[in-house]
Nanobody, 129 residues
């Protein structure tokens, strides 16, 4: 089992920045691909970003982004802290959603929510115009 706890959400004006963190506990963090998803009211959960696992893979640090956030958001991970991050810059009102951290075992990159086995409780991000 893996437990994921997000933090760092809040309210920010359009054009601003916000950083999210996701602390993992349980089975080896380094063996899991990590991802961020978001869900706005009345909409389906959508993929935001993913980062490959870090347990000796030759693709260490490889990331993958949804087109809607590419160039604005950055995903990273710290193995020593068992934490994955999402830095969000140039935020837009359409980025408003609950953001979820997730962990996956399937081949990278997993962009479908069904491919993720473990989920955090979510953290609200609100961007005002």
């Amino acid at each position: 089992q893996v437990q994921l706890v997000e933090s760092g959400g809040g309210l920010v004006q359009a054009g601003g920045s916000l950083g999210l963190s996701c602390a993992a506990s349980g089975r080896s963090f380094s063996s899991l691909h990590m991802g961020w998803f978001r869900q706005a009211p009345g909409k389906e959960r959508e993929f935001v970003a993913a980062i490959v696992r870090s347990d000796g893979t030759t693709y260490y640090g490889t990331t993958y982004y949804a087109d809607s956030v590419k160039g604005r958001f950055t995903i990273s991970r710290d193995g020593a802290k068992n934490t994955v991050y999402l830095q969000m810059n140039s935020l837009k009102p359409e980025d408003t959603a609950v953001y979820y951290c997730a962990a996956s075992n399937v081949p990278f990159p997993a962009t479908n929510a069904a491919e993720y086995d473990y989920w955090g409780q979510g953290t609200q991000v609100s961007v005002s115009a």
